[in-house]
């Protein structure tokens, strides 16, 4: 698998995505890493972040080619947005 995942989660207050880059991640590895609460991948990804953009931004293909980026990853409060070239996913959790 080449390329790298990009990971965002959207700043309310500055209206923009911070986002951080990871190694190369499958749909099953985002998913078990996404396993966390949202306010835990925050605050864990702070020495990782790489910047802000737009959410437009972080969504184009363009974001995706210029980083080398499989995957772009949208944290939500509800659910994650997964964002490739030809796809997107959304994951929700199941409630059991």
Known sequence: MSGQTAFGYYDVDAK??????????????IEEYSDNPLNVIVDSAKPMLAGNCLLDEFKSVE???????????MYLSDSTVCY??????IMKKRML
């Open 84 to 89: 490739s070239f030809k796809s997107i996913v």
């Open 63 to 73: 974001f995706r080619h210029d980083n080398n980026v499989k995957w772009a990853v």
């Open 16 to 29: 923009l995505v911070s986002y951080w880059f990871m190694g190369a991640m499958s749909l099953d590895e």
